[in-house]
């Protein structure tokens, strides 16, 4: 079971666009992290696989798309579309 707990968040609406970068450092695999760190101290062990954990922890990335007008028509009991017109006008 994987859970998920997002960190930050953003709502985009319309047009609406944002560029965010990203770092593209690959991470070793656990074999070479094992093999890389055989050979260290039980000190420098325990902060390699420390600062190996911080770096997993934060290494996902995920995006949501939720269409909110679909979820607002069935919630307000209206037909499909219903809020087009309406959105078109206000914006």
Do not use: W
């Not at 709502?11 to 070793?28: A, F, H, R, S, T």
């Not at 094992?34 to 039980?42: E, M, N, V």
């Not at 007008?69 to 006008?89: F, H, M, N, W, Y």
């Amino acid at each position: 079971l994987i859970v998920f707990f997002p960190k930050d968040a953003i709502v985009l609406q319309n047009k609406d666009e944002v560029m965010i970068p990203l770092l593209l450092n690959e991470l070793p695999t656990a074999k070479e992290f094992k093999d890389a760190i055989t050979s260290l101290s039980p000190e420098q062990r325990r902060f390699a696989e420390s600062f190996r954990g911080m770096q997993l922890e934060s290494s996902v990335f995920g995006v949501c798309v939720v269409q909110l007008k679909p979820q607002l028509e069935v919630l307000l009991g209206l037909p499909s579309d219903a809020l087009t017109k309406e959105i078109r006008l206000t914006q």
